[in-house]
């Protein structure tokens, strides 16, 4: 497979943040030391993963990790603090010094915990930029009836609240599109939750609910191996390795979705330190074998910097606000 490296360039106003701060403990904890911005970094940093081992944003931190040593001169530390869609390790970043030296992986959740009752949102932190994306997509069991995303809709329309699909958690990155799709077709359908998105996955390929929405490269396995069948991509455009899948657009709805995750520091944390990252991030993202290891994921390395990812935060926020407000209300 061969995906370009996609760089998305947004424009906001810089983020106003102060200059001189107290430079903390290394990632170990081992001793502190003060010193300005524009000496930054001169100790080990801690990069928290909110999620288990194993997974794609733990893999897109583990090969960062180094990248991010060569252009900052200083380890970076790995750590999985996963847990509770991801809250817990936002928690504990939320509480650092807004030094640089504490950091965090952060992916959709982000911009929607503030709507599922956990004590932090997007105000508790700064974003360093976007390094992945993980476009959606809409699959069925191979012998499913619907050859067409327009077929299963009007299925839909004929038998509200019959047809099933499974997701990762109710308010999850892909619960929620599924409340969007019901919003956009005018559709009614009905929501069969899992711990997580393999066994969401595996239900629907094993055919206990009618369709599953998920990242694109999740579903892969199963479409590969015979288990399922793509049926329409939430994708601007149709996927290279599925041409002949067409686009949700392309069959009359407007709906778009990806995963994505990138790196974030607590709130306040100094314009000059945040910009240090940020490059250090940009370099690391183009970098030929980080490229290499997402694409061969089945992901799509994706740069934007802190100020366009603040933008993607509140866009994503805006978004998925109403589709979780329609999970909470049963709908």
Known sequence: ???????????????????????????????SKTAD?????????????????????????????????DELGVSVIVENRPGANGS??????????????NLSMMGV???????????????DFVPIGQAIEGPG??????????????????DAKANPGKLTYSSPGVGSVWDSPARGLQDLAGIELTSVPYDGSAPSIAAAA????????????????????????????????????????????????????????????PAGTPDEVVKVLSDAMGVAVHDPGYIKVIEDGNQIPTFRDYEETAALIQSEADRYGPWIEMAQQGQ
């Open 137 to 154: 997509a809409i699959a069925v069991p191979v012998d499913s009836p619907y050859e067409s995303l327009s077929e299963l809709i009007e």
């Open 1 to 31: 497979m061969s995906l370009h490296l996609k760089t998305r360039t947004l424009s906001l106003a810089a983020l106003a943040l102060a200059g001189t701060i107290m430079l903390s403990a290394c990632a170990d904890n081992a001793g």
């Open 37 to 69: 911005a524009e000496d930054f970094p001169t100790t080990d940093i801690r990069l928290v993963v909110p999620w288990q081992p194993g997974g794609q944003g733990d893999l897109t931190a583990r090969t960062l990790a180094p990248l991010l040593e």
């Open 206 to 265: 094993a055919g206990d609910v009618t369709f599953s929405i998920d990242a694109m490269g999740s579903q892969k396995a199963q479409v590969d191996g015979g288990e399922m069948r793509y049926l329409a991509m939430l994708s601007e455009e149709r996927h290279p390795d599925y041409p002949d899948v067409p686009t949700a657009q392309e069959e009359g709805v407007d709906l778009q979705n990806a995963s994505w995750a990138g790196i974030m520091a």
């Open 88 to 101: 817990i390790g936002y928690t504990w970043l939320a509480e650092q010094d807004p030094n640089g030296y």
């Open 109 to 123: 959740e982000v911009a929607t915990l503030q709507f599922m009752d956990y004590d932090v949102s997007p105000d």
